[in-house]
Nanobody
Framework: QLQASGGGLVQAGGSLRLSCAAS????????VGWFRQAPGRERVFVAA????????YYADSVKGRFTMSRDNAKRTVVLQMNSLKAEDTAVYYC??????????????????WGQGTLVTVSS
């Protein structure tokens, strides 16, 4: 089970920190991804972190602004979002899967999903 939190309303240029807490399973076996979905649009990849090594991957639209990290002891993944833009407004979802390979990290068909947290960036 995944629980996403940390969304809210922020002005453009501001920062937010999203968290995704996991329960059940062996957390270190799971790659975790963040996806977002704006109103009327499809769900798209934002960032992902691999299981053991913790290597991170980012969508081009967020590179240099967003940073993803994981704390395996706390079973938590964090998405630090800086220099937010109006176009970052969306519902953000975390997802986990134990069978992700590099070429599928950005595909929104993970096995487990959190409930989503709304991020609104005002311009």
């Amino acid at each position: 089970q995944l629980q996403a939190s940390g969304g809210g309303l922020v002005q453009a240029g501001g920062s937010l920190r999203l968290s995704c807490a996991a329960s059940g399973g062996t957390f270190t076996r799971y790659s975790v991804g963040w996806f977002r979905q704006a109103p009327g649009r499809e769900r798209v990849f934002v960032a992902a972190i691999k299981q053991n090594g913790g290597r991170t991957y980012y969508a081009d639209s967020v590179k240099g602004r967003f940073t993803m990290s994981r704390d395996n002891a706390k079973r938590t993944v964090v998405l630090q979002m800086n220099s937010l833009k109006a176009e970052d407004t969306a519902v953000y979802y975390c997802a986990a899967d134990s069978h992700r390979i590099l070429t599928t990290l950005a595909t929104p068909d993970y096995n487990y999903w959190g409930q989503g947290t709304l991020v609104t960036v005002s311009s």
